[in-house]
Antibody
Framework: QVQVVQSGAEVKKPGASVKVSCKTF????????IHWLRQAPGQGLEWMGLIIPNGGSTSYAQKFQGRVTMTSDTSTSTVYMELYSLRSEDTAVYYC???????????????WGQGTPVTVSS | EVVLTQSPGTLSLSPGERATLSCRAS??????LAWYQQKLGQAPRLLIYDASNRATGIPARFRGSGSGTDFTLIISTVEPEDFAVYYCQQHNNRPPIIFGQGTRLDIK
């Protein structure tokens, strides 16, 4: 069955960068788009962007343009999200989520990773 | 940019009761509205998409309705495992992807 497993918690200082991984199992990795979202403590959900694993094309939310990079490794069925120039407001749980339908931009998040807490603190 | 407003902020019910959650859009999103459930410490789970279609494995007690700017999620008979936060989301195939602020369903 479909599984999405993320890397572990991170603690970073302001100005640093963080790279979170998202390894997928149980389906054709190149056939479904992967999204990244985040959730600040006690807050709602925020969409950050998506990657098409086959070819690596990306689309980022305007808020994160220039500060985020999403990449994919088809050999390990893993996608990565790197966020730069971290500030305290980036403290959040970061999620990757697989699109619902094969090769569709539905922006429907059907399978989620368990989340990666990132804490930014001096 | 669309704004999604959910009400009420908190809904306190007993198991066995009916839950009615609302999501209002600041402009029409057609039927491109989804609902998610998030339990404490867990990732969200997709419940409903296209306003009224249940996602795979979602029990029939969850029903979505609405179109345009007014949407409703009804849980016909609340089960103990249904106490969680519920988010609506517009999914009209292009960014920005917007979520509502959430409705917390609490045990009364």
């Amino acid at each position: 069955q479909v599984q999405v497993v993320q890397s572990g918690a991170e603690v970073k200082k302001p100005g640093a960068s963080v790279k979170v991984s998202c390894k997928t199992f149980g389906y054709s990795f190149t056939s479904y788009y992967i999204h990244w979202l985040r959730q600040a403590p006690g807050q709602g959900l925020e969409w950050m962007g998506l990657i098409i694993p086959n070819g690596g094309s990306t689309s980022y939310a305007q808020k994160f343009q220039g500060r985020v990079t999403m990449t994919s490794d088809t050999s390990t069925s893993t996608v990565y999200m790197e966020l730069y120039s971290l500030r305290s407001e980036d403290t959040a749980v970061y999620y990757c989520a697989r699109e619902r339908r094969l090769r569709h931009f539905d922006y429907l998040f059907a399978f989620w990773g368990q989340g990666t807490p990132v804490t930014v603190s001096s | 940019e669309v704004v999604l407003t959910q009400s009420p902020g908190t809904l306190s019910l007993s198991p066995g009761e009916r839950a009615t959650l609302s999501c209002r859009a600041s402009q029409s999103v057609g039927s491109d509205l989804a609902w998610y459930q998030q339990k404490l410490g867990q990732a969200p789970r997709l419940l409903i998409y296209d306003a009224s279609n249940r996602a795979t494995g979602i029990p029939a007690r969850f029903r979505g309705s609405g179109s345009g700017t007014d949407f409703t999620l009804i849980i016909s008979t609340v089960e103990p495992e249904d106490f969680a936060v519920y988010y609506c989301q517009q999914h009209n195939n292009r960014p920005p992807i917007i979520f509502g602020q959430g409705t917390r369903l609490d045990i009364k």
